[in-house]
């Protein structure tokens, strides 16, 4: 998505080889607009799996999914990270392991919200080691659900978190994918399915 991708050049900071800061304009300031387009391309590259309902995690991909929610015309949902007194019985539950904080978070939703039968798509604006985005999957799978897709705003390329999704069988749609942060520089990778037509024409 060239609009991302040139945020990321103008605004993103390279903190080291791992870490990609987008603060001011994804997790921290948001830029609407760019969240409005970002809703737009993922309902349009989704359309035809028939979503009944995002679901992201508090708090970075929330206003992504609800752009896409918006231009789907279906609930959006977010996975808690902390406890509330309001949500304590009758959920669906797993354990994330955050690389970056260096912690486990329990992530919880009701299961008033997710039912058998609901196409469900997971958004979330990172994707490294994948562990946020499986155990969003493992809360949908709870409920019998199905995970109709994984949209990333931000797809670290580098690390296993995409190979590991893809080989679990799931559909991945990443709006940006970096190969490399090296020298304070992002180095884009290519589309996936340009990657893939690329592969197999040689």
Not at 42 to 64: D, M, N, V, W, Y
């Amino acid at each position: 998505m060239k609009l991302l991708k040139e945020k990321i050049e103008s605004e993103g900071i390279v903190l080291s080889e791992n870490v990609l800061k987008v603060d001011s304009f994804i997790n921290h300031q948001m830029d609407p607009v760019l969240m409005k387009e970002i809703g737009l391309e993922f309902a349009e590259r989704f359309k035809g799996e028939s979503i009944t309902k995002i679901l992201t995690i508090e708090s970075s991909g929330i206003a992504p999914a609800i752009m896409t929610g918006l231009a789907l015309n279906v609930p959006v949902i977010f996975a808690r990270k902390r406890k509330s007194l309001t949500l304590t019985t009758d959920l669906y539950t797993a354990t994330v392991y955050s690389f970056t904080k260096q912690e486990s978070n329990e992530i919880t939703v009701s299961n008033k919200y997710i039912t058998k039968g609901d196409n469900v798509m997971i958004i979330d604006d990172f994707l490294a080691n994948g562990q946020a985005a499986l155990g969003l999957a493992s809360l949908v799978e709870q409920a019998g659900a199905k995970v109709s897709g994984i949209g990333i705003l931000i797809e670290k390329s580098f690390q296993p978190g995409a190979d590991d999704l893809i080989a679990k069988g799931y559909r991945l749609e990443s709006l940006a994918r970096i190969e490399a942060l090296k020298d304070g520089k992002v180095q884009f990778a290519k589309d996936r399915q340009l990657e893939k037509a690329f592969a197999g024409g040689n």
